[in-house]
């Protein structure tokens, strides 16, 4: 076995994790809370909500349409892993005896978060990064004045920047630098940003956004998703116009003209999307989608 690639000590158990999660959105819903009655940002420290000894943290955020694979998390966590499922997200906390404590969590809650990258790291576009107990000591913000909806975002001592004249409006203009002025003159270039920037990716949706899924009783319905409502969304890259398979399901990405429509369906299981992509403006935006997941 490589160096490298160590199985993972499993420090928790279920129970411990919901722990976590319960500690994590409660102290995120008292957070957002006081930074809106306070109209400034406050400091959120992850330390605060674990109950065990670690050095840094790696955090992966999940999506409700398809599994994070654990090839793609591998290269940064530097061991083997599992694939995060659907509707999850997952801290990775290293401690100082080298292992690696797993909290998954569930990612629907009101307000989310998003946790943003350092600065060095962004410009680089790496996917995930490792920071330190004490980069975790974030500055939140929120982008509402209405506790209990909306987004925080969670920046690490290591990028503090945003636009304190606009509440909840953010500007980190080292991190935009790093996203090229052709990132509309192809797909795939947009595509790539679009996963790995989460300011970025929300201002390329247009809100309200118009959407099919089911309802309990499985039948389709229509309706509109504000940006208080909206979940970032990740999809994995493949050649433009081919089918790709992975693990779990099949992706093809088909465009004509300035329209583009990503498929997935799973493979033995139920994931059936269909995620519509247009170009406004010479801007490329996600403008819908229909889930028929079951």
């Not at 996203?179 to 247009?206: A, E, G, H």
């Amino acid at each position: 076995m490589k160096p490298h690639l160590i199985i993972i000590v499993i420090a928790s158990i279920f129970s411990s994790c919901n722990k976590f999660e319960h500690k994590l959105y409660d102290k995120i819903d008292i957070a957002q809370k006081n930074a809106i009655e306070k109209n400034s940002p406050v400091i959120f420290d992850l330390n605060d909500v674990t109950d065990f000894e670690w050095i840094k943290m790696l955090h992966i955020t999940g999506n409700e349409s398809m599994p994070i694979h654990n090839f793609e998390i591998e290269p940064t966590l530097g061991r083997q892993t599992k694939d995060l499922k659907t509707w999850k997200n997952r801290f990775y906390f290293l401690n100082s005896k080298n292992e690696v404590i797993v909290k998954d969590i569930d990612y629907q809650h009101y307000p989310s978060y998003s946790i943003e990258f350092c600065l060095k790291d962004s410009i680089k576009n790496i996917g995930y990064q490792w920071l330190s107990k004490d980069e975790c000591k974030f500055t939140l913000v929120p982008n509402t004045k209405k506790a209990g909806t909306g987004m925080v975002f969670l920046f690490p001592v290591c990028n503090t920047k945003f636009d304190k004249d606009n509440f909840g409006i953010f500007r980190k203009q080292d991190i935009k630098l790093s996203i090229p002025k052709n990132v509309d003159s192809d797909f795939k270039i947009f595509l790539n940003f679009f996963n790995k920037d989460s300011t970025f990716q929300i201002s390329r949706v247009k809100f309200p956004l118009k959407i099919k899924d089911l309802n309990e009783d499985f039948e389709l319905r229509e309706r509109t998703i504000n940006k208080e409502e909206y979940y970032l969304k990740k999809f994995d890259f493949n050649e433009i116009n081919k089918l790709e398979v992975f693990n779990e399901y099949k992706q093809r990405i088909s465009i004509n003209e300035n329209n583009v429509l990503i498929e997935i369906n799973g493979i033995e299981n139920g994931i059936a999307c269909e995620f519509y992509f247009k170009k406004i403006n010479n801007k490329w935006k996600l403008v819908s989608w229909i889930d028929q997941s079951t």
